[in-house]
């Protein structure tokens, strides 16, 4: 290869994406990665322009919106920042909810019920997107959130209602949690276009409106 290709090529490199993107083909080797994984690999390797902040909603803030917030940070980290909270919280998580957080790895002390009020102050971390995970939740009259950030509803029925024992609702709560998982890797997969304010309402409908699982 002449020396004018090989700067060609090694130039390419300099940009920062393409270079994780060319660093983890070369660690993988003759194995291969497939494009999805180069894409979230290669993602997670750079510093985000910015970081968005999510606030999951919920009546009770102790099931569905719980699950959602650890999976958020768990899958969309370093995009996403998530939070939950409820309109009537229950003060207390549903266990089989942490048995979910627990199995992602995501540390169970930092999941709480909470009144959506602490997210409403002047003082509060402004969010970028708002999404109801209950039909409840919807419905009701919501604090002014500052900044205007963009809503979404995203209903799924509400595993704490199934009758039976123990392993009929550690199943209902794994189904739920799998539903919740599809979405928000969906929007854990957006490019920073789809995230623009005049785009993300769009997009957080289109993801509504995909099948849960």
């Known amino acids: 290869m002449e020396a004018k290709s090989i700067i060609s090529a090694l130039s390419a490199l300099a940009q920062e994406s393409r270079?994780?993107?060319?660093?983890l083909l070369v660690e993988?080797?003759?194995t291969g990665l497939q494009a999805g994984k180069i894409k979230r690999a290669?993602?997670?390797?750079?510093i985000p322009s910015r970081v968005f902040n999510v606030l999951v909603l919920c009546t009770h803030n102790s099931a569905r919106s719980v699950m959602a917030e650890a999976l958020l940070?768990?899958?969309g980290t370093p995009r996403f920042k998530a939070f939950s909270a409820g309109s009537y919280p229950s003060g207390k998580p549903n266990p089989f909810a942490l048995e979910q957080v627990r199995a992602l790895?995501?540390?169970t002390e930092m999941i709480r019920s909470k009144s959506w009020d602490e997210f409403a102050q002047p003082t509060s971390p402004?969010?970028?997107?708002i999404i109801t995970v209950c039909d409840h939740a919807a419905g009701e009259a919501c604090p002014i959130w500052p900044g205007h950030p963009a809503t979404a509803h995203w209903g799924f029925p509400d595993p704490s209602d199934t009758a039976g024992g123990d392993d009929a609702k550690r199943a209902a709560f794994a189904k739920v949690c799998a539903a919740i998982r599809h979405r928000?890797?969906?929007l854990a997969d957006l490019r920073d276009d789809q995230l623009a304010h005049l785009?993300?309402?769009n997009e957080l409908k289109r993801i509504a409106q995909t099948p849960a699982a």
């Open 19 to 23: 270079l994780a993107t060319f660093r």
């Open 28 to 30: 993988t080797g003759s």
């Open 42 to 46: 290669a993602m997670s390797d750079q």
């Open 73 to 75: 940070n768990t899958i």
């Open 105 to 107: 790895g995501y540390p």
């Open 126 to 129: 402004q969010m970028d997107i």
């Open 184 to 186: 928000i890797q969906l």
């Open 199 to 201: 785009s993300l309402a």
